[in-house]
T-cell receptor
Framework: DAGITQSPRHKVTETGTPVTLRCHQT?????MYWYRQDPGHGLRLIHY???????DKGEVSDGYSVSRSKTEDFLLTLESATSSQTSVYFC????????????FGPGTRLTVT | KNEVEQSPQNLTAQEGEFITINCSYS?????LHWLQQHPGGGIVSLFM???GKKKHGRLIATINIQEKHSSLHITASHPRDSAVYIC??????????????FGTGTLLAVQP
């Protein structure tokens, strides 16, 4: 298994509070991704990174920000959590633009009350 | 309409049956992935295809680029195959971002 961990694995928070999810990899891969998974929807890309300090928006980026100060860590921040951000969040890493493979972390279940 | 459609959405089979899950897409792609997600579990890549057919154990994946269609087959199904199977495509001719477009998944339950 690719060395990807996510923390926390479960979190319950209140509307309006900031939340940061962490993705950590030990594979030294360049590409990292944050997805959310909701019933009735496929996995949807929130933000991605193609290198340290290089990030870009995905299709559902509103309300989320990311940072990548080290190759191994990709942080997802909800500045002010809303109930619509209740979801399961997956981090993934990609080996290269030519490989196309992505490896997924175990997921973080976030509930915003 | 979603760019990646899977059918069926739900499938119940008896142990030993041959199973087929279908994926159709409406965009040009450079690769197609089949992924497996067990209940409460993470997501595992099963196959990546850009043409033809691949086989791994009891799993077979095929793709028809002209018809924009892929199938995942499971032979001699077993209860441990029960999971959500997800089709995902990498659109376009390539690029630096390697982004995927996902289907909504097929929930498979194999009964003993």
């Amino acid at each position: 298994d690719a060395g990807i961990t996510q923390s926390p694995r479960h979190k319950v928070t209140e509307t309006g509070t900031p939340v940061t999810l962490r993705c950590h990899q030990t594979e030294n891969h360049r590409y990292m991704y944050w997805y959310r998974q909701d019933p009735g929807h496929g996995l949807r890309l929130i933000h991605y990174s193609y290198g340290v300090k290089d990030t870009d928006k995905g299709e559902v980026s509103d309300g989320y920000s990311v940072s990548r100060s080290k190759t191994e860590d990709f942080l997802l921040t909800l500045e002010s959590a809303t109930s619509s951000q209740t979801s399961v969040y997956f981090c993934a890493i990609g080996t290269s633009v030519y490989s196309y493979e992505q490896y997924f972390g175990p997921g973080t279940r976030l509930t915003v009350t | 309409k979603n760019e990646v459609e899977q059918s069926p959405q739900n499938l119940t089979a008896q142990e030993g049956e041959f199973i087929t899950i279908n994926c159709s897409y409406s965009v040009g792609i450079s690769a197609l992935h089949w992924l497996q997600q067990h209940p409460g579990g993470g997501i595992v890549s099963l196959f990546m295809l850009s043409s033809g057919k691949k086989k791994h154990g009891r799993l077979i994946a095929t793709i028809n680029i002209q018809e924009k269609h892929s199938s995942l087959h499971i032979t001699a199904s077993h209860p441990r195959d029960s999971a959500v199977y997800i089709c995902a495509v990498r659109s376009g001719a390539g690029g630096a971002t390697n982004k995927l477009i996902f289907g909504t998944g097929t929930l498979l339950a194999v009964q003993p």
